[in-house]
């Protein structure tokens, strides 16, 4: 929950909480059960889990930085849940399977696929969506640079493209161009649009400098 | 997809409590790239998803002198950054740096990359009544099985099993901490993988109230690479996989480890590939003559033959590249 | 009077940002799939999961009691035979599409399965009578059409050289990102708005109106944006009917989009085509003869899955061709971008490398040698015309394309490449029309007093860009600048309009729209004149400004256009076929064009991975309107033939009768990783008016390809698409691999 504190997962690796827990020091595998719980936050394993639906249950997520709260079945992704219960459709649901990319949006500014998620383990965390890269008339540079170049045609795959760029660039200012394609790796284009894309990317790479600070924050 | 309740728990007691010892009506949720998916399709159609996002003791990557831990919870794309995981297993690195694309690696968890189900195209078809759906046939024997196993022997089900960490995790030796209602085991990533022919069975040997806690990795020091060959360089599947590991003595490789991914039901060991590289140089010619070696044993289907030639050049890459040679594929 | 582009252009065939780019780019655009209307529901349909049974039984009675279901709508009944999987049976609509789906599954249906046939070699062997009866026979296999040029037999034994192949590439399918489907909403007044993905705005609202037995400004069809069509989505089809039909059973708007794997197995296909050709030529490469005898499967339907009478494909050779068309039982093939031609390009481009290698020639000199001749009738009587310049045209595209390419440098022999990763270099040819059609076109401007200009057309813009060029052409004409121009686009009463199919949207909608600023000039011109104390005929427009020639004097735009007081300057211009071969509208728009790409590839001979790492394509389309979105077509079509060339393919099961990879894991469509780099040169001819150029860039990359496989190899890998296994199945055959 958001009030636990934050991991430095992929540096600073496990808590001392779990050391105890995962030790080589430790006496047998059965300490990982049996280790006694020492922290208060912990809910000893007594306690029920609270049951979330299958009734329709309430659920607020945080979209774009405003607070968006819908009522749905705890089957619903986070892209149905956006498109079909919030009316956010700039992501779009083209394979539904996460084989695509046109669902991305960013997750505490990872790219994640929205339709392999369910809506519910987006609670508490920061959904951005393409839409949050326009501001009164004025694009962000990646979107802008996709208008320059003509990196759309039917723009249908458009704002996932977009959103995976804006992230990979968030993540690295300074990423090279090779790096940015990998980025797009999981976002595909049936129109055709990856050589504009190209000259975007190379562009918004000539361009490093500052390019994490025009992003608007939000 | 059908509706069902969701848990949240806390620690790995409760979600374990909420497994059930069947399989097919709770369903542990990680990144949830593979699960659903299988209930998208009705494969999977579990009252109850036990969510594993709140459980703190699965995230988190921590490296001693003797080996690493990774915990079952750490995404794809956290082992593939990790300092330590690039520095002691590059072939580890590489092989969750390829997995899927960023989106996938940033969601698809360890744990869910071993448990996943299989990708057979018959198995993930609601209408195709095959074996692990209850059914009385294999559809891909006499089908469809360009992707399919080639090391068939003895198999009623010629799926792939689909993990590409598990062929690394093998050759290097790697133990898995598993948590489930009687407590704790260890089990050893080469013992870890099954090949299942039933509704009843899964392509892991964890009872349906277990879970996946932690991989343990030793840090022996072996060379290690994984090398895939894939059809698309984006987003795909591979078609084969070798990885290998071996203690590199004075030119002389030591302790030789060669695993196949993506060619048969579970990852294939070849043992006798490793035996022919035993004590000997890694050069052009010793690893070639084990990537000959390790397509032995090899009865492939009618479609897919082709398979038996990747893995022959695929191990030969692998060990090279492992050995710190020259990449001469790459132009 | 007669209509002319203007001879000075500014805009015309400059480089302008698309319009609704930043829309597209942060999501903003809304496309049928995002509409949310009020109270509305959402429809699924089920389709039958045998690929050939009859419905023994039919009970909705559970289905109808699911929660949140409103409608039921019927297609099949009990007894109807079905002839693929995924043939529509029932239509149901229900509060959310969760309820929809769970209802759907509710459905007791009960089917007497029947025996089937999905893979066209199966046919050859044996007609197992497995689909619709057509003139009262259910044979898979129809009558061959067969035709032979009169000089054939001379010259096929006059060749000194004769070399046969086989070839092939199969069924595919479009995967449109944004399926079909459509938002039906009925109002109190019995009037129908669809909001449609449709490349058809107003066919989709006439077949509506025609099923429901509607006048047709009863119907109203809304596409603003629509997420790829390349030929599948011409009209509502079954779901979009059935979406209306449950809105007004439902009495509540109904979305009904197709899920991915009804988008690949019901939502179109290009067929296939396999054929055995042979060709004969004289020592020194000149082909004497051509023989195909090919098949490929429509599916269920009837059409020919090659354009008959273009075989041999561009190139005038001698003939003899045969095409056997064999019915399976899978969905019928629709028209995609460029029907047909990519097949014939197949059966004919690869055998030339093939002649080529044997005669010891470079192939680019084959074909020199070879092209059709400019004809000399043309040339007198539509010197503009294709057959006119045909010659000249490809010459010229060969030219450019070999010096982009540096094919004078980089080409060698077939197979004479060092290394285990071998390089080659290939090329092929293609052909198009891309006319105006015949039926009217009509676009509307409007300038008001405040200066303000709006562009209403029914036509769709599918990512063409044709809005933008809508724009461009008006504010060429009026002076202004693009995004000065208003634009009312994608909705059926905004006049007559036509699918965009063809290549015929921008060679019949520019001029429409040039006919239109002008006329709205003309008369706007007229009602200012004499507030500004000046005579119609002397006023003209320059950048953002009205000058009367006659005394000099200027106002600008805002200020000219206020004249008008309470009154509007507004005219519908109009353009067909008829309308383009007028001659006082000579070169206003025209037909046919040429094509020529260059492939290079580098080809692991150890894996059989090929990756294509530069294409280069010459194209012209006569006048080039928007060079920016014209040159991003070419590159998207050339992606769309890479796919075709190195990944697509729709694999069906023999023994389930299903596809196996409906969906976008399997049936794999390339990433930016595995992009070549793009090389576009579009070959302007402005003399020769607008022509579309949607489709032909798509038609000769997978031969270019595959010839430059050739060229890497030694060896042809004769079937699309190219994966490890096909290159190390043919280096097999070779001998011994690498």
Redesign the interface.
Known sequence: MSDLPEYDHAEAGLSRRDFLRTSGAAATAAALAEAPLTHAEEAPAKIATKAIGPQPVQLTLDVNGAAMTTTIEPRVTLLDALRNYLDVTGCKRVCDRGTCGACTVMLDGKPVYSCTLLALEAEGKKIRTAESLIDGGKLDAVPAAFVKHDAQQCGFCTPGFVVAMRAAFDQNPNATPAEIEEALSGNICRCGTYQQMRDAIAALCKNQPGLGARRKEG | MKNFTYYRPLTAEQAVALLDDKWGTAELLAGGTDLLDLQKEYIAQPDKIVSLRDVRSLSGIRATPQNLTIAAGTTLAEIAAHRDVRRLFPALAAAAGDIGGPQIRNMGTLGGNLCQRNRCWYFRDEHTPCLLKGGDKCFAIDGENRYHAIFTQGHKCVIVNPSTLAPVLIALGAQADVFGPKGSRKISLAEFFHAPSSASEREHVLAPNEMVMAVTVPAAGAKNASYEVRHKQSYDWPLVQAAVAFQYDNQRAKNVRIVLGHVAPVPHVAAVAAKVLEGKEVTEATASAAGEAATEGAMPLSQNAYKVKLVAVAVKRALLTAAGHKKYWEV | MATSWPKKRRLIGSKI??L????????????S??I?RKGML?AVLLRS?YAHAKIKSLDTNDAEKMPGVKAIHPIKNVGDELFWAGEEILGLAAD???HA??AVRAVKIEYEVLPHLVKEEDALKNDPQTVSPVGGKRTNVLAAKEATSEGFEKGMADAAMIVEGSYGVPTICH?????HGLVAEWNADGELTVWASTQAVTATAAILAQHFRLPANKVKCITH????G?GSKFGPDIQGIVAAELARKAQAPVKLML??ASEITAGGSRPSAYGKVKIGATKDGKVTAYEVDCYGTPGVGLSDTVTFNALPYVYPFEYKRKHTRIRTNTQLQRAMRAPNHPQNCALTEFILDDLAAKLEMDPMQLRLKNLPQNDANAIQNAPHSLPALRHTIYTREIEIAAALSKWKEKWHPPGKSP???KHGIGMALHTWAGQAVPQRNECTVIIRADGSVTARTSTQD????QRTVTALVTAEILGLEPEQIALEFGESPNGASSGSGGSTTIPSQAPATLRAATAARDELFAKIAPKLQAKAEDLVLERGKVVDRASGKSWDWKKACAALGEEKAQATGFWTAAESNKPENKDVSSSGVGGVQIAEV?V?T????V?CTQIVAVQDCGMVVNR??C???V??????GLNYAL?EER?M????G?Q??P????Y????????P??L?HLHDMPERGVIGVGEPPVISTHAAIGNAIFNALGVRVPHTPF???RV??ALAAKGG?Q
Not at chain 3, 175 to 179: D, F, G, P, T, V
Not at chain 3, 635 to 640: D, F, K, L, N, T
Not at chain 3, 668 to 675: P, Q, R, Y
């Open positions: 940002q698309r609704d780019g930043p829309a597209k780019a942060t999501g903003k655009a809304k496309y799939y995002d949310n959402h999961p959310t599409e969760e789906l769970d995967q449109c990102l944004e399926a944006y629509m997420g790829g390349f899920d991915r290394g285990i990763v599918l990512g063409t860009g580098l692991d150890e894996t059989g991975v990756r920016l979105t040159e991003s077509q590159a998207g079509g050339v992606i769309m990944f694999i099961d023999r023994a389930t299903r196996v990879n969906d976008m894991e399997f794999k469509l390339g990433g930016i990783e595995d992009m780099k793009i576009v994966t490890p296994e190390l199945a691999g």
